[in-house]
């Protein structure tokens, strides 16, 4: 695959479900990066992995949200007890490293009822 | 943490204008400044990026200046065209990356 790939590309949920987002970095990638977007705004920072480990998770909005990178290329983003408020896009994007071009994957839209 | 403000929040201008975006920064050790542009329903695209031991850069009509003195930086389009109609982001990173609101910049024919 040329680009970075986002599974599912839509997910409707229920309030208090939990959900799985992925990400495919592009292969060679070592930085990996999640972000939430809302309608009209920018990308919000969650995220970032430096091969299998999480080198900044400042942006996490609190304990219900967690991502994982076990082997240094998929990446995983889980969010518990899912609220409406987490409805939005989530985006990943890869890169070669921190100060490198980041590429964006299509996002997944998190719709949550 | 950064904190990256971003002005207008809306820009319109006649087709062959220039446009200019305006981006503040608050963290003085950010050493990567890049812009992103996004079409409705778009993955974000890198347009033009710039680093902290240059103070412009140029891609054909495309244009990106800094002052790390002021922690600010500019994007310059000129010759506008209806197709550079989208929406426009700046950003700064160290690590990870902090994004400015977005600039809705629309070109008239």
């Known amino acids: 695959g040329a680009g970075v790939s986002q599974t599912p590309s839509n997910k409707v949920t229920e309030k208090g479900k939990y959900v799985e987002l992925r990400c495919d970095p592009i292969?060679?990638?070592?930085?990996l990066y999640w972000y939430r977007q809302s309608l009209g705004q920018g990308p919000e920072f969650l995220i970032y992995f430096q091969g299998t480990g999480a080198a900044d998770d400042s942006g996490l909005p609190n304990d219900r949200f967690f991502a994982v990178r076990p082997e240094g290329s998929v990446s995983t983003l889980k969010i518990q007890r899912t609220e409406r408020g987490d409805s939005a896009v989530y985006l990943c994007?890869?890169?070669?490293?921190?100060?490198?071009?980041?590429?964006f994957g299509p996002g997944t839209r998190l719709t949550v009822l | 943490g950064e904190n990256v403000e971003q002005h207008p929040s809306t820009l319109s201008v006649q087709e062959g204008d220039s446009a200019v975006i305006k981006c503040t920064y608050s963290d003085s050790a950010s050493n990567y400044f890049p812009w992103y542009k996004q079409e409705l329903g778009k993955r974000p695209q890198l347009i033009i990026d710039i680093r902290s031991n240059v103070g412009e850069k140029k891609d054909q009509r495309i244009a990106v200046t800094l002052n790390k003195t002021a922690k600010h930086f500019s994007l310059h389009i000129t010759e506008t065209q209806p197709e550079d109609s989208a929406v426009y982001f700046c950003?700064?990173?160290?690590?990870?990356?902090?994004f400015g609101a977005g600039t809705r910049l629309t070109v008239k024919p």
């Open positions: 950003a700064a990173s160290l690590s990870d990356m902090r």
């Open positions: 994007a890869s890169s070669y490293g921190d100060t490198f071009e980041q590429f």
């Open positions: 292969s060679g990638h070592t930085a």
